[in-house]
T-cell receptor, first 112, second 110 residues
Framework: DVKVTQSSRYLVKRTGEKVFLECVQD?????MFWYRQDPGLGLRLIYF???????EKGDIPEGYSVSREKKERFSLILESASTNQTSMYLC???????????FGSGTRLTVV | GQNIDQPTEMTATEGAIVQINCTYQ??????LFWYQQHAGEAPTFLSY????GLEEKGRFSSFLSRSKGYSYLLLKELQMKDSASYLC???????????FGKGNQVVVIP
């Protein structure tokens, strides 16, 4: 069964902490994406990557960075967590030529 | 920028038919997806339209009109388990990214 795995389902961090959200896919997909989902705002794209060591800014990259050292792993980094980064974070992957996403189960991050 | 509009919420009765509309204005178009998302869970794929017309898949059908920038998802014989948010997403040119609408919350009542 193919899947996208996010390392944590729930996470609570303090303001100012550096936070790592990990995402691993086992489908050999080229493309990986990080979204955040907030009530009334829907899914908003933070960063995406279409190849190892490649990254592109999405619509709301401020306050975030990413790392893709291996094809299967895409990490989202909050350099200094703030309360307005409290959200549901969804990772997704897709294959080039097949435009549909497979989503991870999400990480609900609370910053206090 | 990308503009994808969906109604916010609708309520329907078990066994009924419901139509969820989506209009879009985007800088590119490579197809339109519908996803279902239950509360607290990840979105799951329902359908994909790239050509005009109706695609039927069991109780769910999806329609696309590219010239009008319009799609709908039709849910027939509603069941309680269909209570979920339904997300419309447009595939943009060049980089396989999807732009999502805010989702339509469907509540099925007995």
């Amino acid at each position: 069964d193919v899947k996208v795995t996010q390392s944590s389902r729930y996470l609570v961090k303090r303001t100012g902490e550096k936070v790592f959200l990990e995402c691993v896919q086992d489908m050999d997909h080229e493309n990986m994406f990080w979204y955040r989902q907030d009530p009334g705002l829907g899914l908003r794209l933070i960063y995406f990557s279409y190849d190892v060591k490649m990254k592109e800014k999405g619509d709301i990259p401020e306050g975030y960075s990413v790392s893709r050292e291996k094809k299967e792993r895409f990490s989202l980094i909050l350099e200094s967590a703030s309360t307005n980064q409290t959200s549901m974070y969804l990772c997704a992957s897709s294959s080039s030529g097949d435009f549909g996403y497979t989503f991870g189960s999400g990480t609900r991050l609370t910053v206090v | 920028g990308q503009n994808i509009d969906q109604p916010t919420e609708m309520t329907a009765t078990e066994g009924a038919i419901v139509q969820i509309n989506c209009t879009y204005q985007t800088s590119g178009f490579n197809g339109l997806f519908w996803y279902q998302q239950h509360a607290g869970e990840a979105p799951t794929f329902l359908s994909y339209n790239v050509l005009d017309g109706l695609e039927e898949k069991g109780r769910f059908s999806s329609f696309l009109s590219r010239s009008k920038g319009y799609s709908y998802l039709l849910l027939k014989e509603l069941q309680m388990k269909d209570s979920a948010s339904y997300l419309c997403a447009v595939s943009l040119y060049g980089n396989n990214r999807l732009a999502f609408g805010k989702g339509n919350q469907v509540v099925v009542i007995p």
